[in-house]
C-alpha cells in the first residue's frame, strides 16, 4: 500500500512530539482512552439516544457497528505492523493493557 510507509514513519516522529510534553494527567487521558475510548464515546450516547425511544433504530446501528469492528479487526489481522514502540526507543509505551 502506498500509504502505508510514509505514514509509519511519520509517526515515529509525530507520537515523541506529542509525548514530550505530556503532562501525567494527559497520559492518564490517553490511557482511559485507549482501553476503553470506543465504549464510551459510542456506547453512552448510543443508549441514551435510541434505545429510550427509538429501539428499531438501535437495532440497526448496533448491527452496522458490530459488523463494522468485526472487519476492523479482520483487516488488521490481515495487514498486521509493527507498533512505533517496537521499532523506535524515542516512542514510550506508558502502559499496556493486560
Known amino acids: 500500500m502506498g500509504y502505508k510507509d510514509p505514514l509509519f514513519n511519520s509517526s515515529l516522529t509525530l507520537i ?3 509525548q514530550a510534553g505530556a503532562s501525567s494527567a494527559a497520559q492518564t487521558l490517553w490511557k482511559y482512552y485507549s482501553n476503553g475510548g470506543l465504549a464510551i464515546i459510542s456506547g453512552v450516547p448510543f443508549v441514551v439516544a435510541f434505545f429510550c425511544e427509538q ?3 438501535a437495532a440497526y446501528y448496533l448491527t452496522v457497528l458490530i459488523t463494522f469492528l468485526a ?3 479482520v483487516t488488521k489481522l ?3 505492523s509493527p507498533r512505533p514502540f517496537w521499532v523506535s526507543p524515542n516512542v514510550q509505551a506508558f502502559a499496556c493493557s493486560s
Open 78 to 80: 490481515a495487514e498486521h
Open 16 to 18: 515523541p512530539n506529542l
Open 55 to 57: 429501539r428499531v433504530r
Open 71 to 73: 472487519i476492523q479487526n
